[in-house]
Protein backbone atom coordinates (compact mmCIF):
# COMPACT_ATOMS: atom_id res chain seq x y z
CA UNK A 1 0.00 0.00 0.00
CA UNK A 2 1.40 3.58 -1.07
CA UNK A 3 0.62 6.60 1.15
CA UNK A 4 0.56 10.61 0.67
CA UNK A 5 0.36 12.55 3.48
CA UNK A 6 -0.46 16.18 2.40
CA UNK A 7 -0.81 19.09 4.64
CA UNK A 8 -1.15 23.33 4.32
CA UNK A 9 0.00 25.02 7.73
CA UNK A 10 0.52 28.85 8.49
CA UNK A 11 1.59 28.73 11.58
CA UNK A 12 3.20 25.37 12.16
CA UNK A 13 0.14 23.37 13.82
CA UNK A 14 -0.84 21.61 10.96
CA UNK A 15 2.87 20.97 9.82
CA UNK A 16 3.31 19.14 13.41
CA UNK A 17 0.49 17.02 13.42
CA UNK A 18 1.28 15.78 9.54
CA UNK A 19 4.95 15.05 10.54
CA UNK A 20 3.20 12.89 13.23
CA UNK A 21 0.88 11.22 10.77
CA UNK A 22 3.76 10.60 8.83
CA UNK A 23 5.91 8.65 11.53
CA UNK A 24 3.20 6.44 12.15
CA UNK A 25 2.51 5.06 9.02
CA UNK A 26 3.92 2.11 7.12
CA UNK A 27 6.39 2.64 4.12
CA UNK A 28 6.23 3.57 1.36
CA UNK A 29 4.96 6.67 1.96
CA UNK A 30 5.89 10.43 0.90
CA UNK A 31 4.85 14.04 2.75
CA UNK A 32 4.41 17.00 1.33
CA UNK A 33 3.16 20.52 1.85
CA UNK A 34 -0.24 21.15 -0.64
CA UNK A 35 1.31 23.58 -2.86
CA UNK A 36 4.04 20.82 -4.03
CA UNK A 37 1.92 17.59 -3.43
CA UNK A 38 1.94 15.10 -6.35
CA UNK A 39 -1.08 13.87 -7.91
CA UNK A 40 -2.77 11.74 -5.83
CA UNK A 41 -3.99 8.72 -8.34
CA UNK A 42 -0.84 6.51 -7.47
CA UNK A 43 -1.43 5.99 -3.62
CA UNK A 44 -3.65 3.64 -1.81
CA UNK A 45 -4.33 5.89 1.00
CA UNK A 46 -4.03 9.71 1.92
CA UNK A 47 -3.93 11.41 5.03
CA UNK A 48 -5.19 14.96 4.36
CA UNK A 49 -4.03 18.00 6.52
CA UNK A 50 -5.44 21.07 6.95
CA UNK A 51 -5.92 24.25 9.23
CA UNK A 52 -9.34 25.98 9.59
CA UNK A 53 -10.05 28.91 8.29
CA UNK A 54 -13.37 30.55 7.85
CA UNK A 55 -14.81 27.47 8.85
CA UNK A 56 -13.40 25.44 6.56
CA UNK A 57 -10.18 23.96 5.77
CA UNK A 58 -7.85 26.75 4.43
CA UNK A 59 -7.87 27.68 0.69
CA UNK A 60 -4.74 25.04 -0.03
CA UNK A 61 -5.84 22.71 1.63
CA UNK A 62 -8.96 22.60 0.10
CA UNK A 63 -7.78 23.18 -3.55
CA UNK A 64 -5.45 19.94 -3.22
CA UNK A 65 -8.59 18.20 -1.79
CA UNK A 66 -10.80 18.74 -4.59
CA UNK A 67 -8.20 16.62 -6.79
CA UNK A 68 -9.03 13.78 -4.83
CA UNK A 69 -11.41 11.11 -6.00
CA UNK A 70 -12.00 8.01 -5.35
CA UNK A 71 -9.86 7.39 -2.56
CA UNK A 72 -9.24 5.76 1.31
CA UNK A 73 -8.55 9.00 3.12
CA UNK A 74 -8.10 10.37 6.64
CA UNK A 75 -8.45 13.72 7.53
CA UNK A 76 -6.77 15.87 10.37
CA UNK A 77 -6.63 19.28 10.98
CA UNK A 78 -5.99 22.43 13.79
CA UNK A 79 -8.24 25.30 15.03
CA UNK A 80 -8.00 27.53 17.55
CA UNK A 81 -11.43 26.81 18.85
CA UNK A 82 -11.94 23.86 21.15
CA UNK A 83 -12.24 20.07 18.84
CA UNK A 84 -15.19 19.37 20.54
CA UNK A 85 -16.98 22.86 20.67
CA UNK A 86 -19.97 23.05 17.53
CA UNK A 87 -18.03 25.13 15.63
CA UNK A 88 -15.35 22.08 15.40
CA UNK A 89 -18.20 19.74 14.29
CA UNK A 90 -19.80 22.51 11.68
CA UNK A 91 -15.88 23.02 10.41
CA UNK A 92 -15.67 19.24 9.95
CA UNK A 93 -18.83 18.18 8.16
CA UNK A 94 -17.77 21.65 5.68
CA UNK A 95 -14.43 19.09 5.11
CA UNK A 96 -16.49 16.03 4.24
CA UNK A 97 -18.21 17.58 1.63
CA UNK A 98 -15.11 18.46 0.28
CA UNK A 99 -13.73 15.16 -0.36
CA UNK A 100 -17.08 13.62 -1.51
CA UNK A 101 -16.17 10.61 -3.36
CA UNK A 102 -13.88 9.41 -0.92
CA UNK A 103 -14.03 6.63 1.42
CA UNK A 104 -13.29 8.62 5.09
CA UNK A 105 -11.90 6.21 7.11
CA UNK A 106 -11.34 8.58 10.05
CA UNK A 107 -10.73 12.05 11.12
CA UNK A 108 -8.71 13.70 14.22
CA UNK A 109 -8.90 17.73 14.93
CA UNK A 110 -7.38 19.54 17.46
CA UNK A 111 -6.34 23.30 18.89
CA UNK A 112 -3.73 24.80 17.23
CA UNK A 113 -2.16 27.98 18.19
CA UNK A 114 -4.22 30.80 16.40
CA UNK A 115 -1.56 33.26 14.17
CA UNK A 116 -0.83 36.59 16.04
CA UNK A 117 -2.33 38.70 13.14
CA UNK A 118 -5.46 37.15 13.16
CA UNK A 119 -5.77 37.73 17.02
CA UNK A 120 -4.26 41.46 16.32
CA UNK A 121 -6.94 41.57 13.54
CA UNK A 122 -9.59 41.06 15.88
CA UNK A 123 -8.74 43.75 18.39
CA UNK A 124 -8.57 46.44 16.57
CA UNK A 125 -10.80 46.01 12.89
CA UNK A 126 -13.25 43.28 14.03
CA UNK A 127 -13.67 44.83 17.62
CA UNK A 128 -17.03 45.34 16.22
CA UNK A 129 -17.99 42.29 14.90
CA UNK A 130 -20.02 39.77 17.26
CA UNK A 131 -18.76 36.76 15.75
CA UNK A 132 -15.10 37.59 15.70
CA UNK A 133 -14.43 39.87 18.52
CA UNK A 134 -12.09 39.76 20.96
CA UNK A 135 -14.35 38.71 24.26
CA UNK A 136 -12.15 37.37 27.49
CA UNK A 137 -14.00 33.95 26.30
CA UNK A 138 -12.19 34.12 23.08
CA UNK A 139 -9.23 35.36 24.16
CA UNK A 140 -9.09 32.04 26.90
CA UNK A 141 -9.66 30.03 23.91
CA UNK A 142 -6.47 31.35 22.14
CA UNK A 143 -4.20 31.05 25.21
CA UNK A 144 -5.04 27.05 25.64
CA UNK A 145 -4.84 26.89 21.52
CA UNK A 146 -1.41 28.55 21.81
CA UNK A 147 -0.31 25.32 23.87
CA UNK A 148 -1.51 22.86 21.26
CA UNK A 149 -0.64 20.82 19.23
CA UNK A 150 0.97 18.87 22.00
CA UNK A 151 2.68 15.85 22.37
CA UNK A 152 -0.91 14.08 24.24
CA UNK A 153 -2.38 15.48 20.36
CA UNK A 154 0.52 14.69 18.53
CA UNK A 155 0.28 10.77 20.17
CA UNK A 156 -3.62 10.97 19.44
CA UNK A 157 -2.91 11.36 16.02
CA UNK A 158 -0.13 9.00 15.37
CA UNK A 159 -2.25 6.29 16.91
CA UNK A 160 -5.18 7.11 14.99
CA UNK A 161 -3.64 7.29 11.57
CA UNK A 162 -1.29 3.75 12.17
CA UNK A 163 -5.00 2.07 13.18
CA UNK A 164 -6.33 4.19 9.99
CA UNK A 165 -3.14 2.54 7.42
CA UNK A 166 -4.12 -0.75 9.21
CA UNK A 167 -7.76 -0.71 8.26
CA UNK A 168 -6.79 1.09 4.88
CA UNK A 169 -4.66 -2.12 4.05
CA UNK A 170 -7.13 -4.42 5.52
CA UNK A 171 -9.91 -3.51 3.77
CA UNK A 172 -10.20 -5.26 -0.22
CA UNK A 173 -7.69 -8.30 0.83
CA UNK A 174 -9.76 -11.36 0.80
CA UNK A 175 -10.83 -13.06 3.99
CA UNK A 176 -8.82 -15.93 5.25
CA UNK A 177 -11.49 -18.59 5.72
Given at each position: ?22 ESL???K ?13 Y ?13 A?A ?19 L ?8 A ?5 K??D ?7 L??F ?8 E?I ?6 M ?10 E??A????A ?8 L ?7 A ?10 Q?C??
Amino acid sequence: MKTLVVYSSRTGNTKKVAEAVFESLPEPKELFAAADAPDPEGYDFIALGYWVDKGTADAGAAGYMKRVKGKKIGLFGTLGAYPDSDHARQCKEKVRDLVSGNEILGEFLCQGRVDPELIKLMETKMKDDPHHSMTPERRARHEEAAKHPDETDLAEARKMFARLAVLAAEEGQPCAG
